[in-house]
């Protein structure tokens, strides 16, 4: 019996049990009753498809809520499975002036850039040609197209930094017989081919100061040679840096930091000597040097860290001193050469800036003085009367400028070294002065340089990435640089 049914029996009942069983009731009595339960009859039925609508439509929303979040499920899971980054917690960005991909804990990061320095350069040496006749030079070079990134991996304390440069120029190899002698040269066409200049790893022992960094880095000299060319003042470094200290300073070896994060950071390590950056372990005469030891100590009178790391004072909001000292000793055979410095640097929110630097160089038997070009390093023959012989070398060097309103910055530089081991005849006391103006776009990321160099009685020796060349007849050289860069 249906619950219909059973409800209609039950009204039924309760009609006739109101009616008492002796009383005769009259027709018209009878034919009321009836018709209150035909009306009682239709008002069920009404409720029990209100009751069955009901069901329906609470049926059809559960249905729709499944189906919803079923269809979401699917979707959150679409979408995790489109973005794989948002699976492992990573994220993307431009964060302190740089790209940056990262993990939400930090434990990751991976900060691409690139470095372009597009150049117009202009030399002019006096009487260079027959007949007293100038030798002027003029062209476009793109000095440097540096592409890299840094980061860290695995924990906030295992840092790394890898960059690569396009070489300039095409170059020459030696070819060797079975023997392992010279028999000639032939050509490389390496104009644009990439060429590693850094690739180092640098981890801080847990609970201390100290951090172990090894690969191929920077030499811990001069400060002006550890500075990046990002963050130069002039075009570029200074021919001091080149000259006395390893140029780019890259070479290869491991070094032991000390780096309270307070007023004072040392750093020290052993390396494959100065300028030995891509170099196999065999040692001298296949390689430059059989070993290095180098070391440098900087103490901040006062100042932040952050604005150490160019020459100059664009951006600078406190003032800064402060005063470094390097060594480096470099084996070379039977000779060796020890090149040491001291150097100076102020900064102040004003825009005033000054660099100062002492650079001495010692050998114990001259073997020549390495020359700077597009392909490398190279040492040119000595003048006999020094040739094997100990010398003492040194350069002073000056930089100043001052920083108007962050976009225009006037600078200048002076320099005096007495080289020995040049070639025989040649002028051993170089001057140096240069001059001239930044105008900062976007501060190093985006600037306009334009400079002159006049050396009053010429260098005796190459120094490419300065755009000098040699002139040692005791006449003057005029260079003039215009260079765009571009950091991103």
Same mark, same amino acid.
């Given at each position: 019996?249906?619950?219909?049914?059973?409800?209609?029996?039950?009204?039924?009942?309760?009609?006739?049990?109101?009616?008492?069983?002796?009383?005769?009731?009259?027709?018209?009595?009878?034919?009321?009753?009836?018709?209150?339960?035909?009306?009682?009859?239709?008002?069920?039925?009404?409720?029990?498809?209100?009751?069955?609508?009901?069901?329906?439509?609470?049926?059809?929303?559960?249905?729709?809520?499944?189906?919803?979040?079923?269809?979401?499920?699917?979707?959150?899971?679409?979408?995790?499975?489109?973005?794989?980054?948002?699976?492992?917690?990573?994220?993307?960005?431009?964060?302190?002036?740089?790209?940056?991909?990262?993990?939400?804990?930090?434990?990751?990061?991976? #900060?691409?850039?690139?470095?372009?320095?597009?150049?117009?350069?202009?030399?002019?040496?006096?009487?260079?040609?027959?007949?007293?006749?100038?030798?002027?030079?003029?062209?476009?070079?793109?000095?440097?197209?540096?592409?890299?990134?840094?980061?860290?991996?695995?924990?906030?304390?295992?840092?790394?930094?890898?960059?690569?440069?396009?070489?300039?120029?095409?170059?020459?190899?030696?070819?060797?017989?079975?023997?392992?002698?010279?028999?000639?040269?032939?050509?490389?066409?390496?104009?644009?081919?990439?060429?590693?200049?850094?690739?180092?790893?640098?981890?801080?022992?847990?609970?201390?100061?100290?951090?172990?960094?090894?690969?191929?880095?920077?030499?811990?000299?001069?400060?002006?040679?550890?500075?990046?060319?990002?963050?130069?003042?002039?075009?570029?470094?200074?021919?001091?840096?080149?000259?006395?200290?390893?140029?780019?300073?890259?070479?290869?070896?491991?070094?032991?930091?000390?780096?309270?994060?307070?007023?004072?950071?040392?750093?020290?390590?052993?390396?494959?000597?100065?300028?030995?950056?891509?170099?196999?372990?065999?040692?001298?005469?296949?390689?430059?040097?059989?070993? *290095?030891?180098?070391?440098?100590?900087?103490?901040?009178?006062?100042?932040?860290?952050?604005?150490?790391?160019?020459? *100059?004072?664009?951006?600078?909001?406190?003032?800064?001193?402060?005063?470094?000292?390097?060594?480096?000793?470099?084996?070379?055979?039977?000779?060796?050469?020890?090149?040491?410095?001291?150097?100076?640097?102020?900064?102040?929110?004003?825009?005033?800036?000054?660099?100062?630097?002492?650079?001495?160089?010692?050998?114990?038997?001259?073997?020549?003085?390495?020359?700077?070009?597009?392909?490398?390093?190279?040492?040119?023959?000595?003048?006999?009367?020094?040739?094997?012989?100990?010398?003492?070398?040194?350069?002073?060097?000056?930089?100043?400028?001052?920083?108007?309103?962050?976009?225009?910055?006037?600078?200048?530089?002076?320099?005096?070294?007495?080289?020995?081991?040049?070639?025989?005849?040649?002028?051993?006391?170089?001057?140096?002065?240069?001059?001239?103006?930044?105008?900062?776009?976007?501060?190093? #990321?985006?600037?306009?340089?334009?400079?002159?160099?006049?050396?009053?009685?010429?260098?005796?020796?190459?120094?490419?990435?300065?755009?000098?060349?040699?002139?040692?007849?005791?006449?003057?050289?005029?260079?003039?640089?215009?260079?765009?860069?571009?950091?991103?």
């Amino acid at each position: 019996m249906s619950n219909r049914s059973r409800i209609v029996k039950a009204a039924a009942m309760a009609v006739a049990l109101c009616t008492p069983a002796f009383a005769t009731e009259p027709s018209s009595q009878q034919g009321d009753t009836a018709q209150e339960i035909q009306t009682l009859r239709a008002r069920l039925d009404q409720l029990e498809a209100q009751q069955k609508a009901s069901e329906a439509k609470h049926q059809e929303a559960e249905r729709k809520v499944e189906e919803a979040a079923t269809v979401g499920s699917v979707l959150k899971d679409a979408q995790s499975r489109d973005n794989l980054m948002a699976v492992e917690g990573f994220t993307a960005g431009f964060d302190d002036n740089r790209f940056v991909i990262q993990s939400a804990d930090g434990n990751f990061k991976f #900060r691409p850039w690139l470095h372009l320095q597009v150049r117009d350069v202009t030399n002019d040496r006096e009487s260079f040609k027959p007949g007293h006749n100038d030798d002027v030079e003029n062209g476009f070079e793109i000095r440097r197209m540096r592409f890299g990134f840094d980061g860290n991996a695995f924990t906030p304390d295992f840092t790394y930094f890898f960059n690569w440069a396009t070489v300039r120029a095409n170059g020459t190899a030696n070819v060797t017989n079975s023997a392992g002698t010279k028999i000639g040269t032939v050509s490389n066409n390496l104009g644009g081919a990439p060429l590693l200049e850094e690739a180092w790893v640098k981890y801080k022992l847990p609970g201390s100061d100290f951090y172990v960094k090894g690969g191929q880095l920077k030499d811990p000299l001069l400060h002006d040679q550890i500075v990046s060319s990002r963050y130069q003042q002039s075009t570029e470094r200074s021919l001091t840096a080149d000259i006395f200290a390893n140029g780019d300073a890259f070479t290869e070896g491991a070094t032991l930091i000390w780096d309270p994060k307070s007023f004072i950071r040392t750093e020290g390590g052993i390396t494959h000597g100065l300028r030995s950056a891509n170099t196999n372990f065999l040692d001298f005469p296949t390689n430059a040097f059989n070993y *290095g030891l180098a070391g440098r100590v900087e103490y901040k009178v006062m100042g932040n860290w952050k604005d150490y790391s160019q020459i *100059g004072s664009y951006g600078v909001k406190d003032q800064l001193l402060v005063l470094g000292g390097g060594i480096d000793y470099s084996e070379r055979g039977h000779s060796g050469q020890t090149v040491a410095v001291f150097d100076a640097q102020y900064a102040a929110p004003c825009g005033f800036n000054a660099y100062g630097a002492v650079v001495d160089r010692y050998t114990t038997h001259n073997f020549g003085i390495y020359t700077q070009s597009a392909t490398g390093a190279s040492i040119g023959t000595p003048d006999p009367a020094v040739a094997n012989k100990a010398t003492n070398e040194y350069s002073l060097m000056l930089q100043g400028g001052y920083n108007i309103d962050q976009h225009w910055e006037p600078f200048g530089r002076m320099e005096y070294m007495r080289l020995q081991g040049t070639a025989a005849g040649s002028q051993n006391y170089v001057q140096a002065y240069t001059a001239g103006v930044n105008y900062y776009f976007v501060g190093h #990321r985006a600037k306009l340089t334009a400079q002159g160099t006049y050396l009053p009685k010429g260098i005796p020796i190459d120094d490419t990435p300065n755009d000098v060349l040699t002139n040692g007849s005791g006449h003057g050289e005029f260079v003039f640089v215009a260079q765009f860069q571009l950091l991103l």
